[in-house]
């Protein structure tokens, strides 16, 4: 059988940045001990040993950690961004020089070039794919089904050149894939639905040590922190509108009014739409919250939440920005065919004239934690790339015997992580005694 060539080559800006990101990937290794704990044992077990490992990740700091700690359980790691924004280059840099990691991936970096490095990493033939937001396995399925017209251009004029083997071959070798964040997770969850999954997924997101946490505190805290870098506005006294009361949501709610902002959220869930109320906040429809809003937020998963008719009746100097996976939360077509812009107001944030208002779009609509900060804080990574390694040994593991469907991660697992993060963090907790146990476990004891 002939084999794909595998390419071992990285693209980052400039390797001279690579001591700042080693400096920075140290920093926030300091917060991620349970991670560290994994690798300890990965690099004397090597569960990963000779395997591949293709991953599409936002390259921060965090996810430096990871990769190393893949490294060190024995795989050969290659590396690509979930987002053309969220690269930080010094971290890239970090990784391709002195992890031998095959990243590509350089922030800015234009649509061609990030489906270039989205082949580069298929190109490396993976054993084990880790996604956020479904784009590895998404491309590895439009190549199953043959579906050439649905694959970005650069990888179908690579996929184009290879041979029908070699095609097969790239399916056939996945034993499984890891998916980090909710919308990788609803796409996925679709493919089983259609009957086209070609291997097991593991949705890392539906841990209750990911999601809990990471979309919630983590999400809420570097939210508010991408928006404060990016603008340096005054959140106090302010009006807040965060769409979507899910566990991204909830973080940005909370920490919106910890500010002292005013907060409105919208929903489409009534049952989503009675806790925002009955956690204390307005709730209304978008058309309504339009009007009153000095901040908005999209952390939905879903499109054009914030559509050209509810930018018509926002208030002059009204600000923009999505937290959400991809850039479609916020109507931006529609703002570009009927607004004067974009003129650049300061970094990460574009002026539009629009009915003789002005409109702030922040980070081209894109994840505004990651364009305009630095993601989620190390500690709740930790808890979050845990998981992902340790799915990733998982899948090596017992892979075979997997069904193709999404699976969760085993709940031992998520425990696991949980007492090893409380443990890290010195705190303690009680244990049910034997008589608690029995009670528990009783249905005729007590009145
Ligand atoms: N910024 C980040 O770093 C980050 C981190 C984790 C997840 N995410 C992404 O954020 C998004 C939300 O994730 P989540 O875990 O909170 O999902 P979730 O499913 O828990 O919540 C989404 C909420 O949005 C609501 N919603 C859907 N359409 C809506 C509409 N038109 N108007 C108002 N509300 C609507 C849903 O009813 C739901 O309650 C996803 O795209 C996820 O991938 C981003």
Redesign the pocket.
Known sequence: MTSVKTETTFDVRDLRLADEGRRRTEWAERFMPVLRQIRERFAKEQPLRGRKVAACLHVTSETANLAATLRAGGADVALCASNPLSTQDDVAAHLARDHGVGVFAIKGEDTETYYRHIQQALAHQPDVTMDD?ADLVGAIHMIALNRMDDLAPPVRRWVEGLSRDERERIVKRVIGSTEE????VIRLRAMAQDGVLQFPVIAV?DSQTK?LF??RY??GQ??VDGILRATNILMAGSTVVV????????GVALRARGAGADVIV????AL?ALEARMDGYRVMP?REAAALGDLFVT????MH?IGIEHMRVMKDGAIIAN????NVEIDLDALQRAAKGPRQARQYVDEWQLDGKRLFVLGEGR????AAAE??PASVMDMSFANQALAAEHLVKNGAGLGKAVHRVPQEIDRRVAELKLAAMGVRIDELTAEQRRYLASWDAGT
């Not at 964040?181 to 990788?184: E, I, L, S």
């Not at 769409?243 to 909830?250: D, I, L, N, T």
């Open positions: 937001g964040t909710t919308t990788g997101n999601h990471d979309n983590g999400t570097s939210t769409a979507g009361y899910g566990w991204c949501g909830r919208t929903e489409v869930d989503r978008m952390l939905t998963g879903d939440v937290s959400g996976h991809f994840l505004i934690n990651l993601g989620h």
